[in-house]
T-cell receptor, first 111, second 114 residues
Framework: DADVTQTPRNRITKTGKRIMLECSQT?????MYWYRQDPGLGLRLIYY???????NKGEISDGYSVSRQAQAKFSLSLESAIPNQTALYFC??????????FGQGTRLTVV | AQSVTQLGSHVSVSEGALVLLRCNYS??????LFWYVQYPNQGLQLLLK??????LVKGINGFEAEFKKSETSFHLTKPSAHMSDAAEYFC????????????FGAGTTVTVRA
């Protein structure tokens, strides 16, 4: 089984719809992250969490929200999806100062 | 905040030739540094990392990187490119005197010519 699992892997949704992307990890790490990947822009940090009670905004948090349901679970929500949120989304987990382990990504298309 | 700059969004090399991918970080204090690789339709995989031990770091698949404080650089190299090295490569930085969150460069796509 993968260390970091993202669901769904692909999703097409309509403008204005609410959508949730889910992430779970089996590494036992406290830190979890949501990134967005766009061509030519690399990975940009949306939100990150250092434990269940800690949530922090990243560089592009507008239009997104997150929930840390447990140490192993970190979900990302788009309250009202818009086309420029079409991207590849990655969840990751790490220990402090160590490398991050990534999920396979969720390809989201907003039409 | 820490940041990294990857010079060159695309690099094309011949099979068997040297691969050189450039990464510079912005900090007066050396951070932790990482190189990741992303193959098509996959997540990111760690190639190697620098965490203030040896300045020459060896990674998987024959890649290595050298940390140069005077140049604030962490360039990735492989002596002989293989067709399977075609992928996108990301340099990342973690601020070890801050909250350790990872920040990524824009990425460099490598194509390998037969």
């Amino acid at each position: 089984d993968a260390d970091v699992t993202q669901t769904p892997r692909n999703r097409i949704t309509k403008t204005g719809k609410r959508i949730m992307l889910e992430c779970s990890q089996t590494k036992g790490h406290d830190r979890m992250y949501w990134y967005r990947q766009d061509p030519g822009l690399g990975l940009r940090l949306i939100y990150y969490s250092f434990d269940v009670k800690d949530i922090n905004k990243g560089e592009i948090s507008d239009g997104y929200s997150v929930s840390r349901q447990a140490q192993a679970k970190f979900s990302l929500s788009l309250e009202s999806a818009i086309p420029n949120q079409t991207a590849l989304y990655f969840c990751a987990t790490s220990d402090q100062g160590a490398e991050a382990f990534f999920g396979q990504g969720t390809r989201l298309t907003v039409v | 905040a820490q940041s990294v700059t990857q010079l060159g969004s695309h690099v094309s090399v011949s099979e068997g030739a040297l691969v050189l991918l450039r990464c510079n970080y912005s900090s007066s204090v050396p951070p932790y540094l990482f190189w990741y690789v992303q193959y098509p339709n996959q997540g990111l995989q760690l190639l190697l990392k620098y965490t203030s031990a040896a300045t020459l770091v060896k990674g998987i698949n024959g890649f290595e990187a050298e940390f140069k404080k005077s140049e604030t650089s962490f360039h990735l190299t492989k002596p002989s490119a293989h067709m399977s090295d075609a992928a996108e490569y990301f340099c990342a930085v973690s601020d070890r005197f801050g909250d350790y969150k990872l920040s990524f460069g824009a990425g460099t796509t490598v194509t390998v010519r037969a």
